[in-house]
Every structure is written in structure tokens, then in C-alpha cells.
Nanobody, 114 residues
């Protein structure tokens, strides 16, 4: 399974972006899809996750600002990020749980700066 993430970029504080990540290849059955991020000098952390039934979970730091969604027909997960703050600057990674195997995307950089 390959994951292709895109949508990152440079944005001013208060701005928005939409990240997307498409899974392809020998997919068995994708259950959980999620986004993680890793800021410089910090550990990778969960940002948001969504089950194939649409149940979602968010890190406290992004609740009310980020929205995760998925298109099961396209095996794609999205992350709408609004009201971005400088502390949101990080490489954002998508991940999917296909069967019992966890796959990671290559990461997309989000930089929030004026």
C-alpha cells in the first residue's frame, strides 16, 4: 500500500489549508485513517483519526480548528486545518491501518509564519 500526501505549504497565522492523502496498491480493508505531525525537535504526535464508520478523534490542541474526513470510495483521507497557529508548524504524516498493517505516507510540510 502506498500513501501519497499533499496540500502542505506556507501560510500566515489564521490561514487555512486542506491536506489530502490517497492510498493505493494492494489494499485489503482500510479501517483507521489518521494524521500525525512532527515538529522540529519534538516527537511525532497524533493530530486526528477517523474510522471507516466515521468516528473521529482529535488532539486537544486542534479541536475546533481541524477537521478530518475521508472518502472511502477513493481511499482518501483529508485534514482541513483552519485558524493555523505558528505552533502548528510541522511535517504532517498520514497513516492508514489496512487489515492489521500500519502504513505511513511521506509527509507534507506545513509552515505557519508571517
Amino acid at each position: 500500500v502506498q500513501l501519497q500526501a499533499c496540500g502542505g505549504g506556507l501560510v500566515q497565522p489564521g490561514g487555512s489549508l486542506r491536506l489530502s492523502c490517497a492510498a493505493s496498491g494492494s489494499i485489503v480493508s482500510i479501517n483507521l485513517m489518521g494524521w500525525y505531525r512532527q515538529a522540529p525537535g519534538k516527537q511525532r504526535e497524533l493530530v486526528a483519526a477517523i474510522t471507516n464508520g466515521g468516528r473521529t478523534t482529535y488532539a486537544d490542541s486542534v479541536k475546533g480548528r481541524f477537521t478530518i474526513s475521508r472518502d472511502n470510495a477513493k481511499n482518501t483521507v483529508y485534514l482541513q486545518v483552519n485558524n493555523l497557529k505558528p505552533e502548528d508548524t510541522a511535517v504532517y504524516y498520514c497513516s492508514v491501518l489496512d487489515g492489521s498493517t500500519l502504513y505511513w505516507g511521506q509527509g507534507t510540510l506545513v509552515t505557519v509564519s508571517s
